[in-house]
């Protein structure tokens, strides 16, 4: 499908239109959506009657969070955490570094930690230690997409919305730079002479 096809309306200001530096829509919409009722689903079931209590990872998870948050019917409560891992320009991860922890008392909760993707596993397995030392009485991982490359951390999360290549992607909440997160489809972001990715 070319980038152009089912671009829709977005922050570039006219149908059809995408950003310069945005290339081929690798998930659609209409596939993000169909998953993410289906993931609702299943962790539902999970979950059965447990209270759950979210941990998500600012900001690329917005968006998914925002979706899954309103097809999910049982008694939940939502903290955000802040982890950065590319800073700035960066498409090279430099491992996650906390800015925001603000998670109030986990003891005894059921955890769903979610992120919106898997790459390295640095950052899952970071919040999977932070949960547990602080007490949770489970915790359950779910990402968005997960990366087929290579892994620092091995961390398998119990639910997956869509494997990917290895590729850096945009739109549906994730950035480059800081934009792009408004995209409703998610995007490989094309090869750029200056990525600011070497560390
Ligand atoms: P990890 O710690 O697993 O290497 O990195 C996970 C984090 O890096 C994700 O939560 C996400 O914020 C960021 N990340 C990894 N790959 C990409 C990508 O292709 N695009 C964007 N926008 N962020 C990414
Ligand atoms: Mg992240």
């Given at each position: 499908?070319?980038?152009?096809?089912?671009?829709?309306?977005?922050a570039?200001?006219r149908?059809?239109?995408?950003?310069?530096?945005?290339?081929a829509?690798?998930?659609?919409?209409?596939?993000?959506?169909?998953?993410?009722?289906?993931?609702?689903?299943?962790?539902?079931?999970?979950?059965?009657?447990e209270?759950?209590?979210?941990?998500?990872?600012l900001?690329?998870?917005?968006?998914?969070?925002?979706?899954?948050?309103?097809?999910?019917?049982?008694?939940i409560?939502?903290?955000v955490?802040?982890l950065?891992?590319?800073p700035g320009?960066?498409?090279?991860?430099?491992?996650?570094?906390?800015?925001?922890?603000?998670?109030?008392?986990?003891v005894?909760?059921?955890?769903?930690?979610?992120?919106?993707?898997?790459?390295?596993g640095?950052?899952?397995?970071?919040?999977?230690d932070?949960?547990r030392?602080?007490?949770a009485?489970?915790?359950r991982?779910?990402?968005?997409?997960?990366?087929?490359c290579?892994?620092?951390?091995?961390v398998?999360?119990?639910?997956?919305?869509?494997?990917?290549?290895?590729?850096?992607?945009?739109?549906?909440g994730?950035?480059?730079?800081?934009?792009?997160?408004?995209?409703?489809?998610?995007?490989?972001?094309?090869a750029?002479?200056?990525?600011?990715?070497?560390?």
């Amino acid at each position: 499908m070319t980038a152009g096809a089912d671009a829709g309306t977005n922050a570039a200001g006219r149908p059809g239109a995408v950003p310069l530096g945005v290339g081929a829509v690798l998930v659609t919409r209409r596939r993000i959506a169909r998953r993410v009722a289906a993931l609702a689903e299943r962790i539902a079931e999970s979950f059965g009657d447990e209270e759950m209590t979210i941990v998500a990872v600012l900001t690329g998870v917005l968006v998914f969070l925002a979706d899954l948050l309103r097809r999910l019917p049982t008694r939940i409560r939502v903290e955000v955490v802040s982890l950065s891992s590319y800073p700035g320009a960066a498409v090279q991860s430099r491992g996650p570094s906390f800015r925001l922890w603000p998670v109030g008392d986990l003891v005894g909760r059921h955890v769903l930690v979610l992120d919106d993707i898997l790459d390295t596993g640095q950052t899952l397995a970071c919040l999977l230690d932070r949960v547990r030392s602080l007490g949770a009485a489970s915790v359950r991982t779910c990402v968005l997409l997960r990366k087929n490359c290579p892994r620092v951390e091995r961390v398998e999360p119990d639910w997956v919305g869509f494997d990917v290549p290895d590729a850096f992607v945009v739109g549906y909440g994730l950035d480059h730079d800081g934009l792009y997160r408004n995209l409703p489809d998610i995007r490989v972001l094309e090869a750029q002479d200056d990525a600011g990715g070497a560390p």
